[in-house]
C-alpha cells in the first residue's frame, strides 16, 4: 500500500504542523476531512491545517465534528494578499472563530516581498519592512499573537526580516 509508510509507530501521538489540503489552486492529494481521518486512523494527535489563501480554523472545526473527533484539528492564517497583507483585524476574527481551533499565523509566504523580488515577479506582494524597520501593523499582529495565545510563523520573509520579526515577538 503506498500509505504503508504513513502506519510507521513514529506516527502516535504526532501533531502535523503543517497540512496542506485540496481544494486549493495547488493540486493537493486530500481533502482535510481525509487528512483529519488518517491522522486519526493512525493514533495522531493532532494537524495544523494550512492554506496560502485563506484562514483554516473554521475548516478545522468542522473536521473536528464531522471526520476525527479523536484528533486536534487547528487552524491556521497566513497574511498574504487575500488576507488583505499585515492585516490585524483578519488576525482578530481568525482568533475569535468559533470553536477556538485557531492557532498558528504565519507571516507572507507566497506573497512576501523576499519571494516575489527574488523569483523575478511582477505581481502584487506583502510587504513587513521598509528601510530596515518592521511597518507598524507587523507589531500589532504580534500582540494579537500574544493576546490569543497564537503560534507565529515567519514564513517566506527575508532573513533580515525574520530576525526583526522575531526579535519584535520575543519583547
Known amino acids: 500500500s503506498?500509505?504503508?509508510?504513513?502506519?510507521?509507530?513514529?506516527?502516535?501521538?504526532?501533531?502535523?504542523?503543517?497540512?496542506?489540503?485540496g481544494p486549493d489552486t495547488y493540486k493537493r492529494q486530500w481533502d482535510a476531512f481525509e487528512i483529519a481521518r488518517r491522522a486519526q486512523e493512525y493514533g495522531?494527535?493532532?494537524?495544523?491545517?494550512?492554506?496560502?489563501?485563506?484562514?483554516?480554523?473554521?475548516?478545522?472545526?468542522?473536521?473536528?465534528?464531522?471526520?476525527?473527533?479523536?484528533?486536534?484539528?487547528?487552524?491556521?492564517?497566513?497574511?498574504?494578499?487575500?488576507?488583505?497583507g499585515i492585516n490585524p483585524m483578519a488576525v482578530r476574527a481568525f482568533a475569535e472563530i468559533e470553536g477556538r481551533?485557531?492557532?498558528?499565523?504565519?507571516?507572507p509566504t507566497h506573497d512576501a516581498q523576499h519571494e516575489v523580488t527574488?523569483?523575478?515577479q511582477q505581481r502584487p506582494f506583502v510587504r513587513v519592512s521598509r528601510d530596515g524597520a518592521l511597518l507598524p501593523q507587523v507589531f500589532d499582529v504580534l500582540d494579537l499573537i500574544k493576546h490569543y495565545d497564537l503560534t507565529l510563523a515567519t514564513g517566506h520573509v527575508s532573513p533580515a526580516e525574520m530576525l526583526m520579526i522575531v526579535a519584535a515577538a520575543q519583547e
Open 44 to 84: 495522531m494527535r493532532g494537524l495544523v491545517l494550512k492554506s496560502h489563501w485563506s484562514e483554516t480554523a473554521t475548516l478545522a472545526e468542522l473536521a473536528h465534528r464531522y471526520a476525527a473527533p479523536e484528533v486536534e484539528e487547528f487552524g491556521g492564517l497566513v497574511l498574504n494578499t487575500t488576507i488583505g
Open 2 to 21: 503506498p500509505d504503508r509508510k504513513l502506519r510507521d509507530p513514529i506516527q502516535n501521538g504526532a501533531i502535523d504542523i503543517h497540512a496542506h489540503f
Open 118 to 120: 527574488v523569483l523575478k
Open 101 to 107: 481551533r485557531a492557532k498558528v499565523v504565519w507571516m
